[in-house]
């Protein structure tokens, strides 16, 4: 009995003797891509296995026998050159098996580069509160094999140097730093990567967490008719309230598409107006609305922030235009709805109204009206009762031929 | 000194009435909580299909956790579900009667326990953090150990003067020591693929259970009411 306790003890770490019968080497190396490996496996004696009978695989794939070394009757080797990065980050399942298909051992190989130093690296805070950042791995051998990354970050004149620890925001290659950030004091940040075949540090980058701040995008953004313009919508929105006991002069962003586009199309200069006035719009279609924020100047700064992310899409539609009155202005039915045509309404619209009907209808009157177009916007893009900036897409056709 | 010990028999009598109810109470206490579990008593129809939807639920991540698994560990792992190794739970459930095979239901749950704990160690290292198999791991670990005291509350309900046996040792003996890559890719391929098999048999377990032990109860209860 106690013979048999002594027997248990010194049994190799293996499985059972019903399954690893033998022992391959070496066991879960790390190895450079492009390098070579001989392993070697070694089946016990008592199994009656020789070796001529063994053959190996690589991830399931079988190794030609021209890679193959007997070394004895129990013993037989296999030599791998250039090997490639490894298929998965647990490892290469480099196997021995008998004839009939068996495993006998086991080993795992790890097959990437040492890491590059990290690079990209970006760091932004949401309101001030918190810093997540950002970074690429340097090389791409480093990501065949378990590769760790971890930021660190010290105040730049004092303190001391302290670790993120939060990377599990579901995206690679990110951390988040929850609190405890101080303001007016540059950080210094970096991340460190190490791996089974070596380390690389980034390049430190300095910033003051006052000038990396976004915050959420507008809520309550509202996009409706300008009573019947059919080529106009207001959009209206609210300042984000995260920010709003620091004093900052937000800028913000639209951007509207057509329901069936990809397009979207950006207004710029919003400025810190809290809404906006769409202008040139197709007639009796649904556009999709976006808002995004700056928060330029915090706690007095002059330096642009981050933007937010898009608000949630709003729709809204412009109304349909009035049929025209019958007469000869009228355009044809059959005509297809284009940026002439919308022109061509607005100028029979004026006609009626200025021109004392279509009578003296000619080039000269058309040229008249284009003069009057211009004025009109001039006066329309100053300020308004209402402080609403108005934002036109100019026409882009003139009539040629038209009727003497 | 008389009237001192005539004062101090009051404050006897309520000690020791203070001390009867206490230990009255920690009888109690300890009469409805056992493996560190309390249960309130519930119909035992209603329990048992409770137990049966959750035990389904496991079983059926069961199957998508072992296939996810072996996608993770490369190809070739099919393998490695084949070999026998020493220690891990096996799938069957054990006993003659209802009390005796709940019971078996109960002890192979806890069983695994150390188990999965073990194989989501290792795979966390193995795995990148994002890895869908860690979190898969983890919630076979939670579900299970709910389903254990599922268990054991029904089995106090339905025999209640049979008592349950000290959980098993969670230590060295029950999970194997230290192992290769390789070893630890085909361990927990070998307890996953049995704590599928034994999910599945708990299945038709709990179904075959309810059938006989739910219906004999009410059974009995109309019988004493005829006295």
């Known amino acids: ?404 | 000194m008389s009237g001192h010990v005539k004062n101090m028999c009051p404050q006897l009598t309520i000690s020791q009435a203070a001390r009867t109810l206490l230990s009255l109470l920690l009888v109690a206490a300890i009469d409805s909580v056992s493996a560190g579990v309390v249960c309130r008593k519930q119909p035992c129809g209603s329990s048992l299909q409770r137990s049966l939807k959750l035990t389904k639920l496991i079983h059926k991540e069961s199957v998508d956790l072992l296939k996810t698994y072996k996608l993770s560990q490369g190809d070739m792992s099919e393998l490695f579900c084949q070999m026998s190794i020493n220690n891990v739970p096996d799938p069957n459930i054990s006993g003659l009667d209802p009390s005796e095979r709940m019971l078996s239901i109960y002890s192979h749950c806890k069983a695994f326990l150390p188990h999965l704990k073990r194989v989501t160690e290792q795979q966390t290292d193995l795995q990148p953090p994002s890895s869908s198999l860690l979190s898969k791991l983890s919630t076979a670990h939670n579900r299970t150990n709910g389903l254990a005291n599922q268990i054991n509350c029904i089995y106090q309900t339905l025999f209640p003067n049979l008592p349950i046996p000290p959980e098993p040792v969670d230590g060295p003996t029950s999970v194997p020591p230290s192992q290769n890559v390789f070893q630890q890719k085909v361990y927990g391929c070998v307890v996953l693929k049995r704590f599928k098999e034994f999910l599945s048999r708990v299945t038709r377990e709990l179904r075959t259970l309810k059938s006989q032990v739910c219906t004999r109860r009410t059974t009995f209860a109309d019988t004493n009411a005829l006295f």
């Open chain 1, 1 to 404: 009995m106690i013979s048999m306790l002594c027997l248990m003890l010194f049994v190799p770490r293996v499985f059972s003797s019903s399954t690893q019968v033998a022992v391959i080497f070496p066991q879960d190396p790390a190895l450079w891509m492009g390098s070579s490996l001989t392993a070697t496996c070694t089946v016990s004696p008592e199994r009656g296995l020789h070796a001529n009978t063994m053959y190996w695989t690589l991830n399931g794939k079988r190794l030609p026998s021209s890679t193959y070394g007997l070394l004895s009757t129990n013993g037989l080797s296999v030599t791998l050159h250039r090997l490639n990065g490894s298929q998965q980050q647990s490892g290469d399942n480099l196997v021995c098996h008998s004839r009939d298909g068996h495993v006998l051992a086991g080993s795992c190989l790890y097959v990437g580069m040492p890491p590059e130093k990290p690079v990209n690296l970006t760091c932004w805070s949401r309101n001030t509160k918190d810093l997540s950042c950002k970074w690429t791995p340097g090389g791409r051998g480093e990501t065949f094999i378990k590769t760790k990354y971890t930021l660190k970050y010290k105040l730049r004149w004092y303190g001391r140097e302290r670790e993120c620890e939060d990377y599990s925001t579901g995206k690679r290659y990110t951390c988040y730093i929850p609190k405890d950030l101080a303001l007016f004091t540059p950080y210094e940040i970096w991340v460190e990567a190490s791996n089974q075949l070596g380390t690389a540090t980034s390049d430190v980058i300095t910033l003051d967490i006052l000038d990396v701040v976004t915050t959420d995008p507008p809520d309550n953004v509202h996009v409706s008719r300008v009573g019947e313009l059919e080529d106009q919508l207001t959009v209206r929105w609210g300042s984000p309230p995260a920010l709003k006991d620091f004093l900052f002069q937000a800028k913000y962003q639209i951007r509207y598409r057509l329901e069936d586009s990809t397009e979207w199309k950006l207004v710029d200069d919003v400025g810190n107006q809290t809404s906006c006035r769409l202008a040139g719009l197709r007639e009796g279609t649904v556009y999709f609305v976006q808002v995004r924020c700056n928060p330029v100047g915090i706690y007095g700064s002059r330096k642009a922030g981050i933007w937010s992310d898009w608000s949630h899409p709003t729709a809204a539609s412009t109304p349909h235009s009035e049929p025209l009155q019958s007469g000869s202005c009228d355009p044809k039915s059959g005509e297809q709805n284009s940026t002439l045509r919308r022109e061509l309404k607005q100028f029979f619209g004026w006609v009626r109204k200025h021109a004392c009907g279509c009578s003296g209808m000619s080039i000269k009157l058309y040229d008249q009206w284009r003069v009057w177009l211009q004025k009109s916007h001039k006066t329309r893009n100053h300020v308004g009762k209402n402080n609403i900036p108005f934002i036109s897409v100019p026409a882009q056709h003139r009539l040629h031929g038209y009727a003497q």
